[in-house]
């Protein structure tokens, strides 16, 4: 009896201990984040940072609203502006994978007609299966696929125009991906303008 209460002691300390360093550490993973994301956006929309000018690049953050049975969705998106005009969009996005929540990074050309590049923000997908979501040689893929098309997972077949080729032995996390960025093209394609964002700080 006493074994039992000092087990169930033990796993209460140790979870109050869990919960306090992940509270902790919560505020230093959301910044981390937020730079990462700061940092890959000009890529994702086609541009590259080594050549822009200082004070060329404007990036606007929003919440993009999306009606769903009912309820809502709702985007974090980023405007991006080369010189004043729109260069593109970002859209942070998430969906469940293999193993766990996957967060992807869409950019999108300004009228979000084509993917102009995909960043795996956060998995935690099978190590050296799943995890090569995040490998740049997969997520290539990705770009200049038109919006208009489905994208489709396909197994050792030519890709053709809506096909991404799946990783060898992680299918699953290979069509989380793509119903991540075909749930997210379907909500926006069309609709996505500066207009119809609620930018922080105020409208464009």
Do not use: C
């Amino acid at each position: 009896m006493a074994r039992a209460w000092l087990v169930l002691v033990l796993a209460l300390v140790l979870g109050a201990a869990l919960a306090a360093v992940q509270v902790h550490l919560s505020p230093i993973i959301a910044a981390n984040k937020r730079n990462e994301t700061l940092r890959q956006i000009p890529a994702l929309v086609g541009l590259e940072p080594a050549t822009l000018k200082p004070g060329s690049l404007e990036i606007r953050s929003g919440v993009f609203e999306v009606p769903a049975n009912g309820t809502a969705r709702f985007y974090r998106v980023f405007m991006v502006r080369l010189e004043g005009r729109l260069a593109g969009w970002v859209v942070k996005t998430a969906g469940q994978g293999y193993a766990d929540r996957i967060e992807v990074l869409i950019g999108f050309d300004p009228g979000v007609t084509a993917i102009t590049g995909l960043f795996i923000l956060e998995q935690k997908e099978t190590p050296g299966l799943g995890a090569k979501i995040a490998l740049p040689s997969w997520r290539r893929q990705f770009v200049g696929k038109k919006t208009a098309t489905r994208l489709t997972v396909v197994k050792g077949r030519s890709a053709g125009a809506g096909g991404i080729d799946a990783v060898s032995g992680a299918t699953i996390s290979s069509r989380s991906v793509v119903r991540i960025v075909n749930r997210t093209v379907h909500d926006l394609a069309g609709r996505l303008t500066p207009e119809a964002v609620r930018f922080a700080g105020g409208e464009s």
